[in-house]
């Protein structure tokens, strides 16, 4: 599978973005580097089983969606603390250029796949967030709105020894947007969690239903540390998103909390992956999602315990409610175990709301609708129950509620 | 009735059979030609239409790749059919079985000296095949199949005497050719297995059995099993498999296709010790008509590698599937193992029972496919693996996949993976067991599940492989 070379795509146009932004020489040698591995780079893998693959990624006619000199987004990014910075690369390249040069591209390679690739060389938005040792930042917030045919989207956190944060990050279409047609968002996420430091990553996509979304989501464990996610999902036609940790240090762990909500034809593609590569790591992945009219979901999670990770406990969860017949939902929920001292599990489950449920409610002089929807709003509670920033919170039971009209 | 007519009634006279001609009637090259297979054809005196059934696989075979591209694959990479001899056996110097027997390697016969067999027995096995597991059950059910009008004989004499049914049922609908290049290589070149025929409302109290053992260095193994069992009917099908150990790989390939007729009930029991050259690469398929029901009970203990996933359409509405498996993954082997089930019909129900144990660097996978169609309302599934880990050197893998396209319908799937608990040892311990005898227990508890849905003698034994892989690693 050879995927096809974007035509207006020059190292002009990598020059020209980085150009604009009055980049550093390292960051532009990244991305012309990125450029060049769109030859040979690979779309990112998608599950097939006989006669059927689960997302169609090569369909995606990407001449026509990336439009990379005339990005435009409008970003509002709320620190809520002095001693934390959060701000666009542009403004912090100064300051913190050793810290980004040194830490940019660590986590997730840029050359990773096709789209990676794609994003690193092409990427005008996203933001640094640094925590500097010992401080503890609450309700760091990134709302983004993307109003132009392509977004890419490139975000670094930093958090040094014993820091903890916890950060909302959200897209959406902006309102005045007047571009019709296909749209295509790509965002990167990198998380470096120093030693006992805590991240907690919450990120909401309510993109509009003419754009195609690729994101992929990862971090990195250094001793004791703990980087959870939060990724909800409930915009876009086509979404596929990973989001991966890394337990690279002894003690260290992570949560994967992921959520979305399908209707009409949006087909979602989440991913969920940990590596345990060092001793007494611990990772859950919990994933709740519900489906309505023709929408699809494809969800893989994988739980990878390497040769020296002793004393894992791994666990994931995966349940999809579907709301209507005509839904479809993939799922594979993978353990790869190379240890014996592991206590790991997984389970998934498709089904309907439970009819016993419905019935003693309606019994209770509910409607059936209602019924339905306060039992599809419970269904997300273990996942809201989660979620660290209370607007992130209001936010996705508010949008639960409104598909639920 | 004679122990020669016997040996006519299963397939394993058939192999036997090619021992004895192998010197005088072939000198078949390794590999695989249209030659070769025009050669097999021929001196079965098949019909046309066989003949032209193997040469369209050959064809699809050789335009297939190799299955390189599923996630973690077994190695494949030695697997050269041109090192393949498939269908002439080279040097047998057995005459009577004994000479036979004590050159079998000492893995393989200390494995049948300490599953119990009595000498005398254990001469009949390896003399002759599979003579001693078809002859016991065999003889007493013979006159018994006949008078119900119940068939059971080697698959290519079902060719000759009931050519109807097997060019009806013979890789047409269940397992075609095209299905995937081992399916193709079967289709190509298959040789000997069972075909067996229930007529409608007969049931068959006692189990059938066939043995299926490869020895010759460097041989292909492609017997095909072909199970019809009609409306109302019932029968319970076991295989055996082993193999004595060369330095040369060895291939088996076989194809197993199960026609469950409406409310018919089939069970499907193998325990598999293929010796640790051995490449098992096996395609088993079932549909079920209405109401039928399909049971699979493998227990894949040996070979190099395993790639087995039996499957089943559930095409009838309300037929249901049970599988059950047992995996054993020892130093240097890779059993990659699983079920596949297709919901076609509404009301069907599935259930996926799955019990594997690695230590000393092997490695075990579930790999299964669920998938429920559109309009297979009211349906349920429920997958439950589980996984035993004895090292750091040993891989166990856990990778289902579930398609649902249904909504009305109950999907479950559920995996744990983990180590022999040292608060359970160490209570046996309390209670004066030593270690071995501990770990021994709680594995065989482990599969108790399994070991309890099979006949008594196939659960002895499965229960012996496990304790005798056991004490290879702990002694």
Redesign the interface.
């Known amino acids: 599978m050879s995927t096809k070379a974007i035509e207006s795509l020059s190292e002009d146009t990598v020059r020209h973005i980085a150009e604009e932004r009055d980049e550093p020489e390292w960051l532009l040698e990244t991305r012309l580097n990125a450029l060049s591995a769109l030859e040979t780079a690979e779309l990112p893998d998608v599950?097939?089983?006989?006669g059927?693959r689960w997302t169609d990624l090569e369909a995606l006619d990407f001449e026509a969606l990336v439009d990379p000199l005339n990005q435009s987004d409008a970003t509002e990014r709320t620190a809520g603390d002095d001693e934390v910075v959060v701000a666009p690369f542009t403004e912090a390249f100064d300051e913190y250029g050793d810290t980004l040069e040194e830490h940019f591209g660590t986590v997730l390679d840029p050359e990773h796949n096709y789209l990676t690739a794609l994003s690193v060389a092409l990427f005008t938005t996203g933001t640094f967030v640094y925590v500097p040792e010992g401080v503890d930042v609450e309700d760091v917030k990134i709302r983004a709105e993307m109003n132009s045919r392509s977004l890419f989207s490139q975000t670094l956190v930093v958090a040094e020894e014993s820091s903890s944060v916890t950060i909302l990050e959200s897209i959406e279409s902006g309102e005045e947007s007047e571009i019709e047609g296909d749209r295509y968002f790509s965002n990167l996420v990198e998380v470096v969690g120093g030693e006992n430091a805590a991240v907690q990553f919450g990120s909401l996509q309510n993109l509009d239903d003419d754009t195609y979304t690729y994101s992929l989501k990862r971090g990195i464990t250094d001793t004791y540390a703990t980087i959870d996610w939060i990724e909800s999902n409930f915009g876009s036609k086509l979404t596929r998103s990973d989001v991966e940790t890394e337990l690279n240090g002894d003690g260290s762990e992570s949560q994967i909390v992921g959520t979305f909500f399908g209707s009409e034809d949006q087909h979602f593609d989440v991913n969920a992956r940990v590596w345990h590569q060092a001793e007494h790591t611990t990772a859950d992945l919990v994933t709740r999602g519900v489906l309505d009219d023709v929408a699809r979901s494809v969800y893989e999670g994988v739980q990878d315990v390497g040769?020296?990770a002793?004393n894992t406990s791994s666990y994931q969860r995966e349940n999809?409610l579907?709301?209507?017949?005509?839904?479809?939902?993939?799922?594979?929920?993978?353990?790869?175990?190379?240890?014996?001292?592991?206590?790991?599990?997984?389970?998934?489950?498709?089904?309907?709301v439970d009819a016993e449920d419905l019935f003693y409610l309606e019994s209770r002089s509910i409607d059936s609708l209602t019924a339905r929807n306060m039992l599809v709003e419970g269904f997300f509670v273990p996942v809201l129950e989660e979620i660290a920033v209370d607007e992130f919170r209001e936010d996705v039971e508010e949008l639960v509620v409104e598909r639920l009209q | 009735m004679s122990s020669q007519d016997h040996l006519k009634e299963t397939d394993t006279e058939a192999r036997f059979e090619f021992k004895k001609e192998e010197k005088s009637a072939f000198k078949s090259e390794k590999g695989l030609t249209e030659e070769t297979i025009r050669v097999i054809s021929e001196d079965k005196d098949e019909p046309e239409w066989m003949l032209e059934r193997r040469l369209r696989a050959l064809e699809q075979f050789e335009a297939m790749p190799m299955p390189t591209?599923w996630p973690?694959a077994p190695d494949l990479s030695e697997v050269d059919i041109d090192q393949i001899v498939p269908y002439i056996r080279p040097d047998i110097d057995v005459r009577g079985g004994v000479d036979d027997w004590t050159d079998l390697p000492e893995e393989i016969k200390d494995t049948f000296d300490k599953l119990g067999i009595p000498e005398a027995e254990k001469n009949a096995l390896s003399g002759v095949g599979a003579q001693y597991e078809s002859e016991i059950v065999y003889q007493n059910m013979q006159e018994r199949w006949e008078e119900k009008g119940v068939v059971f004989c080697d698959m290519d004499k079902a060719v000759q005497e009931h050519e109807e049914l097997v060019k009806e049922y013979f890789m047409t609908k269940a397992v075609p050719p095209s299905d995937n290049k081992f399916a193709a290589l079967h289709g190509a070149i298959w040789s000997g297995g069972s075909f067996v025929y229930v007529p409608e409302d007969t049931t068959v109290e006692m189990p059938i059995q066939a043995y299926f053992r490869m020895n010759s260095e460097g041989m292909g193994q492609f017997e095909h099993t072909l199970i019809i069992a009609e409306e109302g009917s019932e029968v319970h099908y076991i295989e055996g498999c082993s193999a004595p150990k060369y330095s040369a790989f060895n291939l088996h390939s076989g194809g197993v296709e199960v026609f469950v007729g409406e409310d018919a009930h089939v069970q499907y029991s193998t325990v598999q010790n293929w010796s640790k050259n051995t490449y098992n690469l096996n395609t088993k398929r079932a549909i079920a008509e209405k109401g039928g029901r399909m049971e699979w009970i493998s227990g894949s203990m040996g070979s190099k590698a395993t790639m087995l996933y039996p499957s089943t359409i559930l095409k009838g509405r309300g037929a249901s599937d049970n599988h059950i498996t047992i995996a054993f993954a020892g130093e240097g082997q890779d059993i990659d193992t699983g079920a596949k089930v297709y919901h076609n019909a509404p009301e069907t129900k599935s259930t996926i029972e799955s019990k594997s144990i690695s230590k000393d660097g092997g490695r075990t996978n579930y790999r299964g496919?669920v998938?429920i169609a559109?309009g297979a309302?009211d349906s349920s599934t429920a997958v439950e693996c589980d996984?035993l880990?004895?090292?750091?050197?040993?891989?166990?893998?856990?990778?289902?996949?579930?398609?649902?396209?249904?909504?009305?319908?109950?999907?479950?799937?559920?995996?744990?993976?983990?180590?022999i608990g040292d608060e359970d040892i160490f209570y046996l311990q309390s209670r004066g067991l030593d270690d071995d005898d501990a770990k021994q227990m709680i594995v065989s508890g482990f599969i108790e599940p399994i070991t309890e849905e099979l006949p008594i003698e196939y659960a002895v034994e499965l229960n012996r492989l496990v304790e005798l892989e056991m004490e290879g690693s702990l002694g």
Do not use: C
Request: proline share 4%; glycine share 2%; aromatic share 4%.
């Open positions: 599950i097939q089983t006989p059927r040769r020296d002793w999809t579907m709301l209507s017949d005509d839904a479809e939902a993939d799922a594979s929920p993978k353990l790869i175990i190379h240890n014996h001292d592991t206590e790991a599990s997984h389970s998934a489950t498709v089904g309907q | 591209d973690e496919l998938h559109d309302s996984a880990m004895f090292d750091n050197e040993s891989t166990s893998d856990t990778m289902p996949y579930m398609e649902i396209n249904e909504s009305k319908v109950d999907v479950a799937h559920e995996a744990t993976v983990g180590k």
